[in-house]
DNA sequence: ACGGCTAGCAAGCACCCACTTGCACACATT
DNA sequence: AATGTGTGCAAGTGGGTGCTTGCTAGCCGT
């Protein structure tokens, strides 16, 4: 018989999936089992209730995404950041679905907000850092909070990952391109002095 | 007998509340009488489905808020700038279940979307349309796309007002500056000539 | 060969869901 | 006085939902 681990992350996994695109109301058991192609029963066996399967179902994906780590030491500002957006984007982008569902059941179970909410908050700990080490090298002359433009480019990478599918002509950048713009409009703000 | 009027205006605010909160599955058509203090085949009676009444509802809600406006000619840059960004995180912030809401249920019901897209679409656009003549004011000297700091000015609006509630502690800075930051930093990337 | 583990299947329970039907009552207009 | 309209109430339909129970069957290590 195949291995207890096996069916108990794919049913995580499918979990994860149906709760991205119905939300806690739509993730039915009887939903979960038979995109899982387990009798409804195996569920209950391994998880107990729907409560405890969609909690670790959620936790165990967000679990699985890791977030882009700006250099210790920084290098080409531009470059970097540029890199670090672009690869930020692409994990909103992957679980926007997932991103906006956790958004709105944080209304009705709260528990969830901080396994969603660590993993982006470390991220933008380190853009701080890293842009704090740019300043105190004196690449970044413009005075004032550092956390200010850091906020605005993780908000905005967000945002655009967020809406991008559900209303595409809300962003009247081209995909492409936009994230260096967003990334020189920080580093001007900040008072770059390497122009590009 | 009260008139049919209030009656139905009462269902929609109570429903767009519901809604707000518990999304589409979680606004039962029980669960709108209850809290409107009217039988359940009032609604029906009204209007005739719960998609009918959910969309009407929804509709009805968006429309009541009005965006704000920026001057038609530029004045003190930075002073409307701000005075525009609080009003329209003002709007975020009273709307925030129904964004959130909104966000997750465009993936099961996208013919949503521009009910909800269409006022903040238009408010970005007056923001281009300002700075745009800002700029042929010669006010503002950096060069490049001025959709670029709009749509990260707007998207920080969004994102802040939207998860201010749920998890407070994700953003590093004390809300009531925190909005004058963002407009500096705009301003500042777009090179606006008068320093504050 | 045997016990333990994991799984399937069939059935059921009590509840909630959208929606319908039929009847009665109060009011307003005519 | 008659009519229409908006509402309440009671009941019911067919279906979904979380979860349970009892029973069976295969695979495993010992």
Redesign the interface.
Known sequence: METTADTKCTLMAVTARIFA???W??TTTRRVAEAAGVNEVTVFRHFGSKEVLLKEAIAWSSAQDQFPRLPAVPGDLRAELVSWARAMHAIVVRKR?MI??C??????H?EL??VA?DG??AA?QDA?RYLTAARAAGRLT?P??I???V???M??L???G??GD??P?????AGDQ?IE??V???L??M?ATEER
């Open positions: 695109a119905m939300g109301r739509g679905a906006r569902t958004l709105a059941e944080f209304e009705e709260p907000a901080h909410c982006p908050m933008m701080v413009a004032g909070a956390e200010a433009p906020v605005m480019l908000d905005t967000f945002m655009e967020v809406i559900v209303m002509e809300c962003s009247p950048i936009a713009l967003f020189d409009v920080v001007r703000a008072g």
